[in-house]
T-cell receptor
Framework: GENVEQHPSTLSVQEGDSAVIKCTYS??????FPWYKQELGKRPQLIID?????GEKKDQRIAVTLNKTAKHFSLHITETQPEDSAVYFC????????????FGSGTQLTVLP | DAGVIQSPRHEVTEMGQEVTLRCKPI?????LFWYRQTMMRGLELLIY????????DSGMPEDRFSAKMPNASFSTLKIQPSEPRDSAVYFC????????????FGPGTRLTVT
């Protein structure tokens, strides 16, 4: 099955700086890579996703890059704000009939004012 | 749409008792997932259903756990008997049969077994 590793487990940045979270996956057949944000006491919510036919995707201050050869993908947050503080999870799945997500272990991002 | 609905939001029970968690997926979604979240093990998939049929239950920790989906709008996760190590937040999520595959999570049930 799929195995997803996520680094770092904790990340502190100054407000306005950029944050980068990296994930690697094991199953070369995986072709859908979502990122979820979970605020304290809340549910995980999708913030951005990328499919294997795309190398990069941006949505305002967040972007995700995918390197299928190396089997890794990264989340980039620019101009960080205190409200970006949360736990971020990467995940991987075969977006065919399986649809089950394998999650990384999460990164606690703290944006310092 | 109200999103994925879970009940109860909090459950405190004593060891040995039966616990039933409930989930109502988003209308029209044909995939339903049960997850468990703990500090030690992160977010783990327990079981998922497609069109009310269990597809993969390999994540169910042991026979004390069972899940059912009697119809498209309701699912239960039951723990019998419960143990302190079952204490966790249990999330239900649903998704549609479209290629986008986004999973929408419910608010979760925080279970404490004393």
């Amino acid at each position: 099955g799929e195995n997803v590793e996520q680094h770092p487990s904790t990340l502190s940045v100054q407000e306005g700086d950029s944050a980068v979270i990296k994930c690697t996956y094991s199953d070369s057949a995986s072709n859908y890579f979502p990122w979820y944000k979970q605020e304290l006491g809340k549910r995980p919510q999708l913030i951005i996703d990328i499919r294997s036919n795309v190398g990069e995707k941006k949505d305002q201050r967040i972007a995700v890059t995918l390197n299928k050869t190396a089997k890794h993908f990264s989340l980039h947050i620019t101009e960080t704000q205190p409200e970006d503080s949360a736990v971020y999870f990467c995940a991987a799945t075969l977006s065919g009939s399986a649809r089950q997500l394998t999650f990384g272990s999460g990164t606690q991002l703290t944006v310092l004012p | 749409d109200a999103g994925v609905i879970q009940s109860p939001r909090h459950e405190v029970t004593e060891m040995g008792q039966e616990v039933t968690l409930r989930c109502k997926p988003i209308s029209g979604h044909d995939y339903l997932f049960w997850y468990r979240q703990t500090m030690m093990r992160g977010l783990e998939l327990l079981i998922y259903f497609n069109n009310n049929v269990p597809i993969d239950d390999s994540g169910m920790p042991e026979d004390r756990f069972s899940a059912k989906m009697p119809n498209a709008s309701f699912s239960t996760l039951k723990i019998q008997p419960s143990e302190p190590r079952d204490s966790a937040v249990y999330f239900c999520a649903s998704s549609s049969g479209t290629p986008k595959s986004e999973q929408y999570f419910g608010p979760g049930t925080r279970l404490t077994v004393t």
